[in-house]
Every structure is written in structure tokens, then in C-alpha cells.
């Protein structure tokens, strides 16, 4: 069965230090997303990219956010300068071409630990 | 912003006691997905309900949607010790992105 896949599984950085975080969503899909859960809290939507552009982000989504789709199967999220606050797991999630009622699936996430 | 209200936000059961978990929004929803996330893992698809007064079962889970589409729930019978984890409850946020609700994390001992 097709799955998300994401590299690292941890990344551990230094305060101010750029990371960036990878996915390679299912091939067919169409639609791909990353939310990000603190340690014990609840998973939290940041961006959605669809054709190539941002479909929609949210206000945790700053400046410091970026994302990309460099090639046709991997789709990465820069973090520019990160933040002790940044420590979080990212999960990628993609979807297919039904659009809104299309299930999300979701990849095995990355640890990101700042220090 | 939107939000989905979830209880009980932890549920400890026997093995082989019955669990239930509540999903409720003040507005009325067009779907309602629910994830099952193991401890140290990521969440994992298991249904998503779209009609009113919906009701599906895979196996000993049992998913409702209200008639109003503003509530769901998910029932486990006779839980086993693989079904720990948390369980979320996420509607679609009026666009792509999922809303999730804070989860019940269930626990059972053996």
C-alpha cells in the first residue's frame, strides 16, 4: 500500500539554525499539507500546497516558513531560523485529487528538536 | 476559528470493557474523519463520515455521525490492549485543512 515518507525522523539543531524537513508524498496525489503536534497536544494544520502554490496556511505559518515542491515526488518545509519553540513533530500529509472530502494520509513524522 | 470539542480527553478501561469517545461542534459539519495515533506515532486514517445520521463499523469500532452533523462518536467493544492510543476526531476547516480535536487518549490494562 502507498505511504508518506519522511526524512529525518529527528533532527536535533541549534537555536537560529535553518532545517529542513522532507517528504515524498504518494505519487498520485495531489494535494499535500504539514501540521506540526506538540508533545502532547493536538495536531495543528500549518500549510496546504496544491499546482504548484500555497492553497492556504496558518497563522503559526510565518515568515519563517517556507515551503517547496523542488522536484515531482519530494515536498519540503524550511524552517529559516528556528526557535525553542519550534520543537515539535512535523507530519506531512497528502491527499488525492477528490479535493475536500479527500482523506488525508499521513507520513511518520519528524522529530524537531531546538536546544 | 473552527473547533471540535472532544471527551473524555482520557479514558482508562479494563481489557475487554467497552470505550466511547465524543466528538461535538457548535456548527454543523459537512464530514467528520476520525485518526487513531499509537504512542510515538502518526496518525492513522480510520473512517470518515459524511451523511447525516451516518453510522459505519469496521471490526469492533462503531462510528456515528448526529443527524445534525454536529457530533460523532466512536464506540469500541471489548477493547484489547492494541487499541491504546489516541483517538481524534478532525473536520475539514472550510477548505482542505483538517481540524483536529484534542483527543482521547485511551489506556487499557490488561
Known amino acids: 500500500e502507498p505511504e508518506v515518507t519522511q526524512t529525518p525522523s529527528h533532527q536535533v539543531t541549534q537555536m537560529g539554525q535553518e532545517v529542513i524537513l522532507r517528504c515524498v508524498p504518494i505519487?498520485?496525489?495531489?494535494?499535500f499539507y504539514w501540521y506540526r503536534q506538540i508533545l502532547g497536544q493536538k495536531v495543528e494544520f500549518l500549510v496546504s500546497?496544491?499546482?504548484?502554490?500555497?492553497?492556504?496556511k496558518s497563522e503559526i505559518f510565518d515568515d519563517q516558513f517556507s515551503v517547496e515542491r523542488p522536484d515531482g515526488s519530494n515536498f519540503t518545509l524550511k524552517i529559516r531560523s528556528t526557535k525553542l519553540e519550534d520543537s515539535a513533530m512535523y507530519f506531512c500529509?497528502?491527499?488525492?485529487?477528490?479535493?475536500?472530502?479527500?482523506?488525508?494520509?499521513f507520513g511518520p513524522g519528524t522529530r524537531l528538536t531546538v536546544l | 476559528g473552527q473547533q471540535v470539542m472532544q471527551i473524555p480527553q482520557y479514558q482508562h478501561v479494563q481489557e475487554g470493557e467497552d470505550f466511547t469517545t465524543y466528538c461535538n461542534s457548535s456548527?454543523?459539519?459537512?464530514?467528520i474523519q476520525w485518526y487513531k495515533q499509537r504512542p510515538g506515532g502518526h496518525p492513522v486514517f480510520l473512517i470518515q463520515?459524511?451523511?447525516?445520521?451516518e453510522v459505519k463499523k469496521q471490526k469492533r469500532l462503531t462510528f456515528q455521525f448526529g443527524e445534525a452533523k454536529k457530533n460523532s462518536s466512536l464506540h469500541i467493544t471489548a477493547t484489547q490492549t492494541t487499541d491504546v492510543g489516541t483517538y481524534f476526531c478532525?473536520?475539514?476547516?472550510?477548505?482542505?485543512?483538517?481540524?483536529f480535536g484534542k483527543g482521547t487518549k485511551l489506556t487499557v490494562n490488561p
Open positions: 463520515l459524511v451523511k447525516s445520521g
Open positions: 505519487s498520485n496525489h495531489l494535494y
Open positions: 478532525s473536520e475539514e476547516g472550510g477548505s482542505e485543512k483538517l481540524v
Open positions: 500546497f496544491y499546482n504548484n502554490e500555497i492553497s492556504e
Open positions: 500529509a497528502s491527499s488525492g485529487a477528490g479535493g475536500r472530502t479527500d482523506t488525508q494520509y
Open positions: 456548527t454543523t459539519l459537512s464530514n
